[in-house]
Structure formats: C-alpha cells, structure tokens
C-alpha cells in the first residue's frame, strides 16, 4: 500500500491529528526538512487533551535539542530522553537480581576491557575483528540466539568477553538496547517502563532509520498507545550507535498502511565550495563565513560546522570568539589521551579513575581500571585468576576482591593478590593525603599518585577549598552534550546529522579526511574500501543535511608532510619551499561526485564462522 504524499508542513500538521486512532505512524521525510515545529505542535494539542507524550530522542545531543523546542514551548522538558537514557532506566529498574547494573564503561575503561580479553592468546588485530564481529552481532538481536556463535574461537572469546562484563556488572554502550529488552522482561523493568512511557501515551521517535535494530525493538516494546516515528531517505547512523538499521524503519512504514506518509523535502540549500591554501587559511575563512552570516541576521543557533578533527574545532573556535560569535564545541564523550599499559602516559586516565573511587570507593569498575594502570600487562593476569577465585567460591567478582583487600596479607589465600598491593596502597595513601587538604595541596597529592589534570581540573581543585570528592569528580567526569540552541554548534562530521539549521559549513575536504584512508589504501580489499568509501559519502551528505538553505564545503591545497602523515591525508604531490618540505593534498573526491547517494553496504565480511554485515 503506497503512503500518502504530504507536500507541506500544514500537511503535516494535519496528518498527524489522527494520532488519538492510530496505533502506528510513520513519516519519511527528506534529511535536510525539519520536523521539529510539527512535532512540537503535536504535542501540545496532545497534552491540552489529555493525552501523555514522550519523546525518544536517538541520541544526547538529540535530547538536549528536543529539550530545548518543549521547553519554549511550555511543554515539560523531562518528557524527552535518550533511547541510552531509557535503556538505563530499565536496566536500573530489574533491580540487583540482574546479572549487569546500569553502568556504562567509558573508553578508558574499555581499553582495560580490551586488555583483559588479551589473556585469550588472540593477536591484537584479530581481536579488533572479533570485538567489531560481536557489536554488530548484539546491534542486529543475533547475539540473543543461543546458537549465534559457530565456532569455538568465537565462543571462548565470547565467554571472556561476558564474564568480564558482568564481574564488572557493566555494560558496553552497545549493550545498552539489548540488556534492556531483557530488563523488560522482569517485574522492576516492567515497572520502570511504565513509568517512563504509560500505557496511554503518545511516543515521538525522530530519526527512527538511524537506531540500530535492538533500539527499534526496545522502542516498539515500550508500548504507547501511539507510536510515532519520523526516519529520512538518507541511510545514516546517529551519534551513538555504529549500526543502525534502515530497513526496520522500511518496515514500519509497511505495517503503518495507511497511516504512513511522504513528506516532500524542501528546495536544495546552495552549495558553495572554497579552496584555501593552508589549514590556517582555512580556519580563518570559516570563521568569515559564520560571522558574516550572523552579521547578516542568521540566529547562530541555526548553524553548524562540521569538522575532520580536533585541532579544526578549537582553532575555529577560537577565531569566532575572537570575533564576538557565540560558538560551542560538542564533540562528544571525552576519553582521556595515553596509554592505561604505561605509567607515563596514563595520568589522565589514572584521574579519571581516581575521582570515580573518591567519590565511591565500592565502585569496582573503576577499582579494576586503577589496579592495572601503568602495568604492560594491565595485570590482567591477576584479574584472571580474580575471576577464577571467585568463580570457585561462588563469589561475585567484587565481593571476592573486597573480601580479600579487607584481610592482611597473611591471611589471604589468593597468591595473585599480590600483584593488586602497590595500587591499593596508593590509593589508601591518595585519600589520606586529600583528607583536609585543598587547592595546590590536594593537586599535589593526586600529582604523587600519578594522575595528570588538566587547567580546568586545578582551576577546579583550586576554587571548592577543602578538597569534595563529589565535587571534584563532577569536575573530572562531567560530560553533558552542551546547549547548542543558541551558539553556532562545531562538530565532528558524525554529530552534524540532524542538526537542521540555515547554514551548514563542512571543512577539511581532504581524501583521507573524508573519504577516509581506508577508502582510498591499496592494501585494504576492494570490498572494503567501495564500504569505507559508500560509509563515507552518507556522512558527508549527512553533514550537508544541516544547512536547509545554504552549505559551505571548504577545503586546503596544501599542509606541511609531518601533518599530512600523522592525519592520514592523500599525498598527490611532496615539495620543498623556504626549507620546509611541504605535501599537496587530493581534495575530497566526495565534492565531484554527484552520483546517486549510496545505501548502507552490504557486504558481507567473514569473521570467525560467521558472515555479517559490518
């Protein structure tokens, strides 16, 4: 059954007035049209009769702008969540009794986790291989199939992977949709969920295309009395998950019938491409461009800079707040810089540990990272045959350690603990050092421990006098996707879809940038890089879709050969001037390419006995 064509946003708002009789609806839309005010107004009209609405977002920064459109309008902003933050909510809800708590590992903490599966004997690269396997397994549902895995390979690093997980009682971020659908099988992650959607209730997904297939399950199963989904043409993924699943939002655009619709894009945006010679000039025209556009009325709100990496985002930043424009980096969730295997190179991770102990010294995820920071090894020997004590007792993993931490060396029956001692005792002797100390003397004391803060962490340290655990972890932790409504929002070119605006600039058009390396290498196989290289122009189209009316692409001809190594860009020429040996780079291969936009790839990749998608 075809879906109605809506030509409009009166369309629109008429159409989705049959929400009271419907139980499902789907709107496709084109990626650069904005559903924001139709949605909004719809849910209004719903609370002024009665009805209860929710929003799930697909992401934070999704959330945090959704937030913001209800709360201008008068709507309550707590109505609007993450498909993460209600994973979590379910999760928490199905109480102790569930094998993982609500915990998310951050990247630090996963590279830990990657070093705990090490003990399996697999090559690093393989393991890389397995792991990626193993996502795109749990983001499709595979992995809830007793049978999913083939061989033993798989299996043993499975198990590994699993029981690390749960003596952590963690969860990856891409377990997040697939725990909570078992959470919702018990009586607290019912509970919960009628909580967070009741039974009458309108439910709002925008971006519905862009979740992976276990969070469209876990959305489908929240069960509202309506369910509204809004998805795009363009196949892209959101800014937290990897895999997402086009043809589940196909689906539902068949099983709503008549309740389904087209809405027509708008006009296409002008597009505008501008060739610098150096990054430098680049940042500088950038930021040109985005003052003479607010100068000219556009609301800084309203528009997006997409870039290739970090040093793009902060040099534009800084340039614009040179100029007076209000501007805000959101480049997601930070991970701190080293190597957890190094003692050098691990303070700021050793930090981040730290604050997450002095706030709760039972949190045993955090206890892991910092018992085997600055160990080559991870001692994740020892954690090993943590495990293995535990297991033999029938302990869980963090009682065992406790146990076993409160009793003096003597007394203890596991040898391995010993290797556990030296970080134990730093920390005892960090959180002596800290009781009543304040400002340079508490940032002394973490600087003997061996953690590294940073400008903000002392600035930090230094204002709250007497040293507050809370405080200071808020300060070391704190990660909250920033208010992007009012200040011109500077992304990575993965945060940009979605963020409908007036004008979107994208920089950095580089082969090797976008499309990435691995599109463009000879050592890669022909199937992966036509992937890379298909993954790659989704993004970019994805970045465009920010500006409805107007999109920059900007790029530079030439940088210095040290950066262009370390970056990875497209070598075409290598030349000497004044002394310094500088490279001509190949420009985005993506600007002349006006060929159809591709759909997601297909191909599929053997890892272990299994042939997936990736």
């Known amino acids: 059954m075809s879906a109605n064509i809506l030509r409009s946003s009166e369309d ?173 099988q018990t009586p607290g992650g019912a509970a919960r969920a009628r909580k967070l959607v009741p039974a009458d209730a309108l439910l709002i997904v925008p971006a519905f295309n862009t979740l992976s297939a276990t969070s469209q399950k876990l959305a489908r199963a929240l069960g509202p009395a309506t369910f509204l989904a809004f998805g795009t043409d363009l196949d892209t993924s959101n800014a937290e998950e990897e895999y997402p699943n086009p043809s589940g939002f196909a689906q539902l655009m068949e099983e709503a019938g008549d309740d389904a619709a087209d809405l027509a894009d708008t006009a296409r945006p002008s597009e505008e491409t501008l060739a610098c010679a150096h990054p430098a000039e680049e940042f500088d025209e950038v ?23 970090r040093l793009w985002m902060e ?58 920071l600055g160990d080559w090894l991870v001692r ?68 003997q421990a061996g953690c590294a803060l940073t400008d903000a962490e002392r600035a930090a340290l230094a204002a709250s006098g007497t040293f507050d655990a809370d405080a200071f972890a808020e300060a070391v932790l704190a990660d909250a996707a920033p208010d992007t409504s009012e200040a011109v929002a500077i992304v990575p070119y993965r945060r940009a879809f979605g963020r409908r605006g007036e004008l979107a600039v994208i920089c950095g058009l580089v082969n090797g940038f976008l499309p990435t390396r691995d599109a463009l290498s000879d050592t890669e196989t022909i199937n992966h890089k036509r992937r890379a290289y298909d993954r790659g122009r989704i993004l970019f189209e994805a970045a465009k879709s920010a500006g409805a009316r107007r999109v920059v692409r900007t790029y530079f001809t030439d940088d210095r050969i040290e950066n262009a190594h370390a970056l990875a860009m497209e070598i075409a020429r290598i030349y000497v001037k004044d002394g310094l040996h500088l490279a001509t780079l190949t420009p985005s291969a993506y600007l002349t390419d006006d060929s159809p936009v591709p759909s997601l790839p297909t191909v599929e990749t053997m890892v272990g006995g299994m042939a997936t998608t990736l």
């Open 287 to 309: 930021a040109r461009i985005v003052a003479e556009a607010v100068d000219a009325g556009t609301d800084p709100g309203a528009i997006t800079v997409a870039c290739p990496h």
């Open 12 to 184: 629109l708002d008429q159409f989705l007035n049959r929400y009271g009789s419907a139980a499902v609806i789907a709107v496709r839309t084109g990626a650069a049209r904005d559903i924001t005010s139709s949605a909004v107004a719809l849910a209004r009209r719903a609370t002024a009769a009665g009805t209860p609405v929710r929003l799930l977002a697909p992401d934070e920064p999704c959330a945090v702008r959704w937030r913001g459109a209800f709360a201008r309008e008068g709507l309550y902003g707590a109505d609007v969540l993450s498909v993460r933050e209600a994973a979590l909510a379910l999760i928490d809800g199905a109480g102790e009794a569930f094998p993982r708590g609500a915990r998310l590992l951050d990247g630090n903490e996963t590279d830990v986790l990657m070093e705990d599966l090490k003990v399996s004997g697999l090559k690093p690269r393989r393991l890389r291989e397995m792991t990626k396997f193993f996502s795109k397994g749990i983001a499709d549902g595979e992995s809830r199939d007793t049978d999913w895995l083939i061989s033993a390979e798989e299996q043993q690093i499975w198990g590994i992977l699993t029981e690390n997980l749960k003596a952590r009682r963690a969860l990856l971020p891409v377990e997040a949709s697939a725990l909570a659908l078992e959470a919702l």
């Open 380 to 447: 994740s020997d020892a954690f090993s045959e943590l495990l293995s004590y535990a297991r033999e007792r029938n302990l869980t993993a963090s009682d065992a350690f406790f146990q076993l931490a409160a009793l003096p060396a003597e007394a203890r029956d596991g040898a391995f603990f010993a290797k556990f001692e030296e970080p134990i005792a730093r920390f005892k002797a960090l959180r002596q050092n800290l009781e009543g100390a304040a400002g340079a003397a508490a940032a002394n004391a973490l600087e």
């Open 315 to 372: 040099s534009i930043a800084r340039r614009l707040a040179e100029r007076g424009v209000p501007c805000v980096i959101d480049a997601g969730p930070r991970k701190a810089k080293g190597d957890p295997r190094e003692e050098t190179r691990c303070g700021q991770a050793r930090t981040r540990a730290a604050a997450k102990l002095l706030a709760d010294e039972r949190d045993f995820t955090a206890w892991r990272s910092w018992l085997g």
